[in-house]
């Protein structure tokens, strides 16, 4: 399995991004998708998280803010952030489960500054 994230780039405090990584190759079934991030000098950190389902959840410093959502015919997650914050730099990661192992994508950039 792969994953391919898009959708990073340079933003202003207060705008939108929205995230995209598709998954491919031999694809059963996927289980949970979801992004970590993580800052210069920092750990890597969760984000938010959907199960195949639709269930959700997310860091309490995203939520209200960012949204993730998931197009299992695409095998695709998305990650709609709004209201973007300085803090909120970093490179992003998406990971998608299958088969009992954690997949990882090479990781976005996401720069908010002014």
């Known amino acids: 399995v792969q994953l391919q994230a898009s959708g990073g780039g340079l933003v202003q405090p207060g705008g939108s991004l929205r995230l995209s990584c598709a998954a491919s190759?031999?694809?059963?079934?996927?289980?949970?998708m979801g992004w970590y991030r993580q800052a210069p000098g920092k750990q890597r950190d969760m984000v938010a998280g959907?199960?195949?389902?639709?269930?959700?959840n997310s860091a309490d410093s995203v939520k209200g803010r960012f949204t993730i959502s998931r197009d299992n015919a695409k095998n695709t997650v998305y990650l709609r952030m709004n209201t973007l914050k300085p803090e909120d730099t970093a490179v992003y990661y998406c990971?998608?489960?299958?088969?009992?192992?954690?997949?990882w994508g090479k990781g976005t950039l996401v720069t908010v500054s002014s």
């Open positions: 959907i199960s195949s389902g639709g269930n959700t």
């Open positions: 990971y998608a489960d299958h088969n009992g192992v954690r997949y």
């Open positions: 190759g031999s694809i059963l079934r996927l289980n949970a």
